[in-house]
């Protein structure tokens, strides 16, 4: 009881609990309305339920779903990554509705992103200056975009890793050599969390967190640091290969080359030094190309540049008065080299939003892969978040700070809202039926169709199988996520099963795999099979590639390796 008695009056609770008062102001609506609410990416139910449906069917790890693609089927978790859908189940157990669900995961994205920025900060500056780098990456504008304007659920998990990446690669560098395991495998765990929630982050976030590294392996004189940071790095891949290895190796069968192309080709999506500095416009719109019809805003807010410009100004001062012994900073000589890094960091994301960075772009290639530049704006938020806690370092009166945290926090009250300031009347039963269904089936369908498929269905499926050619009559149909299959009695006849063809489908008749193909005529890329005369059990099963099974078996021995280590780890513990 005196423990817990110490935890409730310590400085270090009464912080945690600032911060997580901000994170449920930010997400107010989403905790105490009831409803739902518009988004651009209007498809976080429907993968909630695709991912529960896996479950349910022991299909784990969840690849193919079998409601998307207009009902024909769909690899998504073969190449989206699962880690919100994972969580939200948790939600799904103890008996929230999947809006609720949905509403409790965007809450804990803006609310966890702010307690890991509290401690990466505090790290460097003190409890006050995390708390002011946690309200201001809560509070950043653009986070409210991923949530309330674009409904991008992985983006904005996204956004908890960065801080925690940061936090245990710097452990790692410059604490104690007998500590390295602690901090190699919280690291290794924060990337995996990162690897399984966002491709795309990955490519932005890698080469600022290898000049992270680079930062603190100079400043600390520990380049034998290196093998450990690989270790860390192969322990993450290792962990997260499950997912990884067939997204990198599978994606060549489907169309991905369509998500490069059109409106989704980065150089249509710039924007303007004006939207980015000095507009306070708010919209819930789509981006589009050029600026002056852009509904969306991509702000990266007044309060979060004009502060890198002041600690800049007030660092550029500090430095040149200690250098010359005319006044002593605390924590200067640790945070000297932070703060120009990170005001580097953030300006140089905020000029890859800008077209005057095209050919930045069209050096290196894989950049294509984010399609939109202004995602850039997450390490933006993420560099002068962090920075923003520095002004602690100059700056000590607590009414000024505490004044510094309420106006940022007014300052952008009403970005952190749904669509007309309220959420709209609308249960799990109306989100999953009638046109409503309709539009989740066919969103995003060209996202991951397979290549055998030349265009999109047209209409939804109506049946899991059909005879085209030929006599006879299908009875007992089923389907699960990973299978279907029927009866069929018959004077001999092709079958269509209504299903994509993709890797690790299956078929067997009568318990006898047998080969289908797609025939020229089969625009849409399903299953045909030949069946002969008689009566028979027909069966498509999806398993696993080649490439699924030693990605599966690698993520396994990885676990269990894990698991083994700190079991034993504990034991000498508890012996102590």
Known sequence: MK????????????????????????????????????????LQIMRQLEMEKCFKDFQIPCRWVPDMGYGFGFP????????????GEIFRLLGFSFIVTVKLTFALSLIASGIGMYYLAKQFFDRFGGIISAIFYIWAPYHSVDVYVRGAMNEAWALIFFPLIFLYSYKLISKKKNETIKWLILLALSWFGLLITHNLMVIIFTPIFGFWCLLWMWKEKNFKIIPKLII????????????????????????????????????AHFVSIKQLLITRFWGYGPSVWGVKDDGMPFQVGHVHWVITL?????????????????IKLKN???????????????????????????????LVSPLALVQFPWRFLTIVIFSFSF??????????????????????????????LPEHGKLGKLTDEEKLSGVAWDMQQTAGIYDYLPIWAETAPKEPQKVVAEIVNGMGEITNTEEKTNFAKFKIETTGSIVRINIFKFPGWKVYIDGKEVDYFVPKEETWGRMWIEVPSGKHSVEAKFVNTPVRTVSNLISLVSWLGLGAYLMLQFKKWKKK
């Open 3 to 42: 423990f817990i008695k110490n935890l409730f009056k310590s400085k270090e609770f009464l912080a945690i609990m600032v911060v997580l008062i901000a994170g449920l102001l930010a997400s107010r609506t989403l905790l105490f309305q009831k409803g739902y609410f518009n988004m651009h990416d209007d």
């Open 76 to 87: 998504l978790y073969n190449f989206y990554p699962p880690l919100p859908y994972l969580v």
């Open 232 to 267: 860390s790095g192969i322990l993450a891949l290792g962990l997260s290969s499950y997912f990884s290895l067939p997204a990198i190796f599978e994606n060549k069968f489907t169309q991905v080359k369509s998500q490069l192309t059109g409106y989704y080709e980065y150089i």
């Open 310 to 326: 002041v600690i800049l100004a007030l660092w550029l001062i500090g430095f040149y008065l200690v250098k010359n012994k005319k």
């Open 332 to 362: 200067l000589k640790t945070t000297d080299y932070l703060i120009l890094f990170l005001f580097l960091v953030g300006w140089f994301a905020v000029f890859m939003t800008h077209n005057k960075s095209t050919p930045i772009y069209k």
């Open 387 to 416: 920075l923003a806690g520095a002004i602690t370092i100059f700056v000590k009166n607590k009414y000024f700070l505490s004044a510094l945290i309420f106006f940022v926090i007014l300052f952008n009250w009403n970005y952190f």
